[in-house]
């Protein structure tokens, strides 16, 4: 069943459980993902970059037909949106949520930016969601993890001048591997939740954050979880051991990585209360 990251991200917000938005880059991610949003009955958060694939209409149309066809709800979420390019981009292609992230320029352009595509979306029925502060990278963590976090006024401000659906929110966390010890400013993040309202927040850089730091931010009202870096490593990891044997079945080696990817992402999702949560129509 194929609906929009808003209708996901509200319930989960009255609800008070988190969904967990993986990032897909093949046909087989994609399945995967659907297949365990299915097995635990419940609903999902594609996540797509518009640099991952030569032909993103074509990919976006193959995950629509596979998620129109699923008996759990399954958004499509351009993640990362960094130009109007990319944008425009995702609408066409057909993802039913895109994110316009301009956190790395000035707030008023930031606001502006925002505020052109959610007015373009909201007309198409597309959900939106956009970034204040930076969220930085896990290898410069000694100075990304304490830079340019998220100021829960300005994010209600934010919030009211853009009308954004949903607001990705930097509060220590890093996209990619850290290097040092990854710390989420809870403190910060409850200021933010009480002064957002029942706007549904957004954790970008779940990978390799912890299993206590996630489900705390989630009980602490974070809704979305972003992860990549994490599912693929699980997937190479259960793919290194099976090559070890010498006379490993070359046929197997694409289920083998999907196997670990995908017991990795049903880890996330019991973790955060997102099983049984699906809904039909």
């Not at 087989?28 to 694939?53: G, Q, S, Y």
């Not at 209600?156 to 853009?162: G, L, M, P, S």
């Not at 699980?234 to 070359?250: Q, R, T, V, W, Y």
């Amino acid at each position: 069943m194929l609906v929009t990251m808003a209708e996901i991200l509200n319930r989960a917000r009255k609800e008070n459980y988190g969904v967990t938005a993986p990032n897909v880059q093949s046909e087989d991610t994609v399945r995967a993902v659907i297949k365990v949003a299915e097995e635990l009955n419940a609903p999902m958060i594609i996540d797509v970059n518009a640099f991952i694939h030569p032909d993103l209409p074509w990919f976006i149309n193959m995950i629509r037909e596979l998620a129109a066809l699923s008996t759990v709800p399954i958004a499509i979420n351009l993640d990362h949106g960094r130009s109007y390019e990319d944008v425009m981009l995702g609408i066409r292609s057909g993802c039913t949520s895109v994110m316009v992230d301009r956190s790395s320029l000035s707030y008023p352009e930031n606001v502006e930016q925002t505020k052109e595509v959610v007015k373009m979306a909201r007309a198409l029925g597309i959900s939106v969601e956009a970034e204040l502060g930076h969220v930085g990278m896990g290898d410069n963590y000694v100075v990304d993890g304490v830079s340019n976090l998220t100021e829960p006024e300005e994010a209600a401000k934010f919030i009211k001048e853009t009308g954004v659906d949903c607001l990705a929110v930097a509060i220590g966390t890093a996209h990619g591997r850290y290097k040092g010890t990854p710390h989420i400013d809870f403190d910060r993040l409850d200021k933010i939740v009480e002064a957002c309202g029942e706007v549904p927040l957004v954790l970008h850089g779940g990978s390799g954050t912890g299993d206590e730091n996630l489900a705390k931010a989630v009980r602490s009202g974070i809704q979305k979880v972003n992860l990549a870096t994490e599912l693929i490593v699980a997937g190479k990891e259960e793919l290194e051991k099976f090559i070890e044997d010498p006379n490993f079945d070359k046929w197997k080696l694409m289920p083998t990585f999907i196997k670990g990817y995908s017991d990795r992402l049903a880890h996330y999702v019991k973790l955060f209360g997102q099983n049984d949560k699906a809904w039909t129509k």
